[in-house]
């Protein structure tokens, strides 16, 4: 009998690219492959690619690089290389230019919701409930790589969910660049491109409303979801991520406050505690609406602990402008902060406006800074409950 052909996922990147992969690897096995134990044993291998930042691009240029000099060593054919996930962006052509030992591109939007996915856990699953992004943060290459958000329809979502329960997980994270945004009617947006045609703009070009989303009336569709989800009884904890402050709404707040299958970790991304950087970043709200969240989530159950993301050394970013988010970090009291420092990625809307003009070694600083208080001090001041 004919040896079942092999594939391998190697993931790089966040929760969403490893969502995905449980994705491909459904496709795969619905042609028949099985899954090898490791690159060096497969005949597909699928490299799945974050370009967040640059550091993140490299790794995956690196490791391809590794492939192929392991198969040069043993004299060896090595596996046909294929590349999906963020980098696709940067567009066919660059793509094989620039690792040419890449034998396909696969645009991960043409693996699609609906593929069966394979997870390992068996207890808790991650649901995808949108794609792509609408808000032009100035950093961020997500808008360009994943393409125009799109949220996948209640009846596919809820089906997904009779399913793992059936096959009894209990507990869900739903997923989505700007969870949050799920189902809300779009306003419109024209500002990919008129950055695509137009090579000069200013930041007063950029979308003013953050969401792109009209506010809803009554309650938002992401709360009717969580309602939804959490109606099952087998399912005990559902997580989000990642929300966003402009579509926070009041009935979010609330449902989170109240309904405690909800999980009481909830992570907000602030990026800054400067309103100047926050306005070159065009993140569409204020240190002030922010605060105003948090007090709020806090005040709905004392319980709910908060943690976040922030982004050191963004261009321009002076002193004062980090002491503001020193001063929020300590007002706030995450739990937990991923904070990274300001890296250009080519084609965002910071890379084409701003010069990366503060130099590593006070990023580096401002970033030991923030660590030091959010995340060391912290666990020296909070037991660690096991
Ligand atoms: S909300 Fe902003 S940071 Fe998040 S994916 Fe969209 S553009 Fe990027």
Request: with cysteine; glycine share 6%; charged share 25%.
């Amino acid at each position: 009998m004919k040896a079942k052909k092999t594939y391998y996922i190697h993931t790089f990147g966040c929760q969403s690219n490893k969502s995905d992969s449980e994705r491909i690897a459904g496709d795969y096995a619905a042609r028949g492959y099985s899954e090898a134990k490791s690159w060096q044993e497969c005949d597909d291998l699928i490299v799945n690619t974050c370009a967040i930042r640059q550091r993140a691009e490299h790794r995956a240029r690196g490791f391809l690089h590794g492939v192929v000099v392991h198969f040069h060593k043993l004299g060896k054919q090595r596996p046909k290389i294929i590349l999906t996930g963020c980098m696709v962006h940067h567009g066919y052509d660059k793509l094989y230019k620039m690792m040419p030992m890449v034998d396909e591109i696969l645009p991960i939007n043409e693996v699609g919701f609906n593929q069966a996915a394979i997870r390992k856990d068996k207890k808790h699953a991650w649901i995808p409930i949108s794609t792509g992004c609408n808000s032009f943060c100035t950093y961020c290459i997500v808008p360009y790589s994943r393409g125009r958000e799109q949220s996948r329809p209640f009846e596919e979502i809820m089906q997904e969910v009779e399913r793992l329960v059936a096959e009894g997980y209990s507990e869900i994270t739903l997923l989505g660049m700007n969870v949050n945004s799920w189902g809300l009617e779009k306003v419109g947006i024209g500002f990919r491109k008129m950055m695509m045609e137009h090579q000069e703009f200013t930041r007063e070009d950029l979308p003013s409303n953050q969401s792109q989303y009209l506010t809803p009336e009554g309650i938002p569709p992401f709360v009717k979801l969580l309602r939804a989800v959490t109606a099952f009884d087998e399912i005990v904890k559902v997580r989000f991520m990642s929300s966003n402050p402009w579509d926070f709404h009041e009935e979010l707040i609330a449902e989170v406050g109240k309904n405690k299958k909800i999980d009481r970790y909830v992570h907000l991304p602030v990026q800054s505690g400067s309103d100047a950087v926050l306005y070159r970043m065009n993140r569409g709200y204020t240190r002030q609406q922010y605060l105003d969240i948090v007090t709020k989530l806090r005040t709905a159950d004392p319980e709910i602990v908060i943690g976040t993301d922030i982004i050191v050394g963004f261009p321009g970013e002076t002193d004062e402008e980090f002491a503001d988010t020193v001063d929020l970090a300590k007002q706030v009291d995450w739990k937990v902060g991923f904070v990274a420092m300001y890296s250009p990625r080519p084609g965002t809307a910071s890379w084409k406006l701003y010069a990366d003009d503060i130099p590593h070694k006070v990023k580096k600083k401002r970033w030991e800074i923030l660590d030091q208080i959010i995340n060391k001090d912290n666990l020296q001041e909070r037991p660690i409950v096991v």
